[in-house]
Structures are given as C-alpha cells and as structure tokens.
C-alpha cells in the first residue's frame, strides 16, 4: 500500500491551497482517511479525518476554513484549505487505515503514511 500526497506549496496569509493524496497497490474494500500536520519543534496533531463511511471531523483550529473529501472510485482523499494562517505552515502527512480481502476472504488491514507535503504561509 502506498500513499502519494501533493498539493503544497507557498501562499500568502489568506490564500487557498488543496492537497491530494492517493492510494495504491491493492483492491481496497474500506479507507478510513486523514490529514496530520507537524510544525518545527512541534508535535504531529490530527487536522481533519473521513471515515469510510463518510463522516467528517476537525481540529478546532481549522474548523471552518479547511475541508476534507474523498472520491472512493480513486482512492483519494483531499484537503481544501481556505483562509490559510500563517500559524497553518507545517508538513502535511496523509493517512490512512485500509481494510481489503486476499485471495479466500482473508481480511487484511495496515496504517500507512504519505511522504508529507510543505505548506508555507506567509504572513
């Protein structure tokens, strides 16, 4: 299973940014996603995260200026991020928890991780 992110990049304070981020390498029957970011000298902290049954949830922080969406026919997850702050410069790593079925209905599940992608807003 590999995750592919990309969509950073540098904004001004105020601007608009979207982030994508992919998965591959099998026939995946369920993903439940996320957004994490981790700042310099900071800890990772969970932005905003879809489950595969399509409910949504938000870090306090970006409540109202970032959304997350996916499109289940191509395995990718996505964050729009509006009204950026500078406060929101950090590398954003994708995640996701997937569950698929080898060959006798065997269920398989494994969290894998985006290579993270910088976003840089300047003040």
């Known amino acids: 299973v590999q995750l592919q992110a990309s969509g950073g990049g540098l904004v001004q304070a105020g601007g608009s940014l979207r982030l994508s981020c992919a998965a591959s390498?099998?026939?995946?029957?369920?993903?439940?996603w996320a957004w994490y970011r981790q700042a310099p000298g900071k800890e990772r902290e969970l932005v905003a995260a879809?489950?595969?049954?399509?409910?949504?949830d938000y870090a306090n922080s970006v409540k109202g200026r970032f959304t997350i969406a996916r499109d289940s026919a191509k395995n990718t997850v996505y964050l729009q991020m509006n009204s950026l702050k500078f406060e929101d410069s950090a590398k954003y790593y994708c995640?996701?928890?997937?569950?698929?079925?080898?060959?006798?209905?065997?269920?398989?599940?494994?969290?894998?991780w985006g290579q993270g992608t910088p976003v840089t807003v300047s003040s």
């Open positions: 995640n996701a928890n997937v569950l698929w079925y080898s060959e006798g209905g065997i269920p398989n599940a494994l969290k894998a």
């Open positions: 390498g099998v026939r995946f029957s369920r993903i439940d």
């Open positions: 879809i489950s595969g049954d399509g409910n949504t």
